[in-house]
């Protein structure tokens, strides 16, 4: 039944322009971030660290912009009381939702291999790293994606969620960079620095955008989107109920 919901979510996006505007964007921002800003060729190094550096900030408003609608828009246009007379369980369609959406995040990282192709023209880079970071890639993209269904589910206005949604993932991004942790220094013990920075996407991607797929670091990944896709359905539990 996940299958089939999943199908049914994954055809919807490209039924609509939404994951086609969505892996647009994604591929121009890659674009200029990798070779203006994050000078790609200036460096003199054959990797795509300079691609995966923006990644969280990629992701930081396009996710949200591409999840705002997975319960949102059900519950606006009162598809969603239809769907709970169907033949399975909210866990089900939000599992659904969520591997649709993921599949989309996970066509458009696929969709910049010729970043790949090039880095391998210019020079002789170690691809088992890249590829590395780009599993660590597709995990961080859903443990925002995760977020944003939560926050979907909380609301049927899709800008609400929205906002929601980057608000959360920038205290999980913010939490772990060094502005964050330079503020903290003179009053927090270095125990709860570590703690804090624990909770940051950043700092679990880091080492991921390096080639090293850790097990604490995929772990904490997976427990992530683990967690915020319940707190999602007892949102919708709690809704249905009401």
Known sequence: MVGTLFRREFASYFATPVAY???????MLS???????GNF????????????????WLYLFLVPAMAMRSWSEERKSGTIELLMTLPVTIWQVMLGKFLAAWAVLGLALVLTFPLWVTVNYLGNPDNGIILAAY???WL????????????SALTKSQVVAFILAVVVCFLFVLSGSSIVLDSFKGWMSPMLLDTLASFSFLTHFESMAKGVLALNDVGYFLIAIGIWLYAGFLAVEQKKAE
Not at 21 to 27: M, Y
Not at 31 to 37: A, E, H, L, R
Not at 140 to 151: D, R, S, T, V
């Open 41 to 56: 060729y200036e460096r003199g190094q054959a990797d795509l660290l300079p691609f995966f550096n923006f990644h969280p």
């Open 31 to 37: 674009g200029v971030f990798s070779f203006f800003i």
């Open 135 to 137: 599993i660590g890639s």
């Open 21 to 27: 505007v969505f892996i647009l964007i994604f591929l």
């Open 140 to 151: 961080m993209a859903g443990a925002f994606l995760a977020i944003g269904i939560c926050m």
